[in-house]
């Protein structure tokens, strides 16, 4: 006989309130899946959009939020080799993956390609902390940006889960890392994470200090995640022939190509949706050594119970997170 286990369900798009837990079928891999027995589940901003109908593509009604986990295996399906019951693993779902479910969940059921070995010194928390922030954070530094040792790294709130993992990221590949936050807690969080240079973004002077220490030259790279509000502005800050990586934008803004020009810049975006599966795999190769050697490490703002999903989208959307926000159900 079936059993049940509890999920999230999303039956209408609006406020968190809509998250609602409810008990449906246990999930039955097929051939080439595998089912989680979830134990953590990120939350991401791109959930929240989703939720209240704010993003391009929408799931249908209803659906099960998440792309992150973190947990054992529960079972495999025929021709399943990589796995097995009982593994710890680490999940990131592209969306739209077909037979996917969502993360907020007490069960995932997921094609086997999408799991992967989670390093024994990282928390079933920490690993659900791992798939959209690192990867998106390992692609705009390596493969967007174009950083390379010995350049500067500009990354704007720097204390959230994606800033966190650009700060490890550029400063185990020996870039000088220069981090903005808006409180004296994220400030204290981006240095402790290894930071060169750590500047306030409510202040009105933080740009010019920015140029001071790079002696008025400008940074080499800039990881930017409100390209709305700051786009226009990292030109100034920007050094000759340097890279924007735009991984984050919440509106439209006035543009002004000069910029572009003046600089001789490259400005590049991307999503993860559209990640090629070669990036995919060089990603998650560079992260698991990571890991497993010590120079990166997830940070945890808060684990909130899976049932209390609607404070969690709360939380995040309130900013000001230090680390990251999961689910455990």
């Known amino acids: 006989m079936m059993g049940t286990m509890k999920a999230i369900r999303v039956h209408q798009f609006g406020g968190p309130e809509v998250l609602q837990i409810a008990d449906v079928a246990d999930l039955q891999p097929g051939p080439g899946q595998v089912v989680i027995r979830v134990r953590a589940a990120g939350v991401n901003p791109a959930e929240t959009y989703i939720r209240s109908a704010s993003y391009p593509s929408l799931p249908s009604l209803p659906y099960t939020p998440g792309t992150d986990a973190a947990g054992t295996i529960a079972s495999v399906g025929a021709g399943v080799t990589h796995v097995e019951p009982g593994d710890r693993v680490w999940v990131f779902v592209q969306t739209g993956a077909n037979g996917t479910t969502g993360a907020y969940a007490e069960q995932m059921l997921c094609a086997a390609e999408f799991v992967h070995p989670l390093p024994d010194r990282l928390s079933f928390a920490q690993g659900a902390a791992i798939g959209v922030p690192y990867l998106t954070a390992w692609r705009a530094v390596v493969l967007q ?4 040792p010995g350049e500067s790294v500009l990354v704007h709130g720097a204390s959230g889960g994606v800033g ?3 700060v490890q990221i550029a400063r185990a590949a020996g870039q000088i890392v220069i981090g903005t936050a808006g409180s004296e807690r994220g400030l204290a969080a981006v240095r402790a994470q290894g930071a060169h240079h750590v500047f306030d973004h409510k202040t009105d002077t933080y740009r010019d200090e920015i140029l001071k220490v790079t002696g008025g030259s400008g940074v080499d790279a800039i990881i930017e995640m409100a390209a709305h509000l700051n786009l226009n502005h990292d030109f100034n800050l920007l050094a000759r022939r340097g890279r924007i990586a735009i991984i984050g934008s919440r509106g439209q803004l006035e543009f002004n190509p000069r910029g572009i020009m003046s ?5 590049r975006g991307g999503t993860l949706w559209t990640m090629p599966t070669d990036d995919l795999h060089m990603a998650v190769a560079a992260l698991n050594a990571g890991f497993e050697n010590g120079t990166l490490t997830p940070v945890i703002a808060e684990e909130i ?18 680390g990251k926000v999961v689910l455990v159900p």
């Open 145 to 148: 940006a174009q950083a390379r």
């Open 263 to 267: 600089k001789e810049a490259t400005v």
């Open 305 to 322: 119970p899976l049932a209390e999903a609607p404070r969690a989208h709360e939380r995040i959307a309130a900013g000001g997170a230090h």
């Open 164 to 166: 966190v993992a650009v």
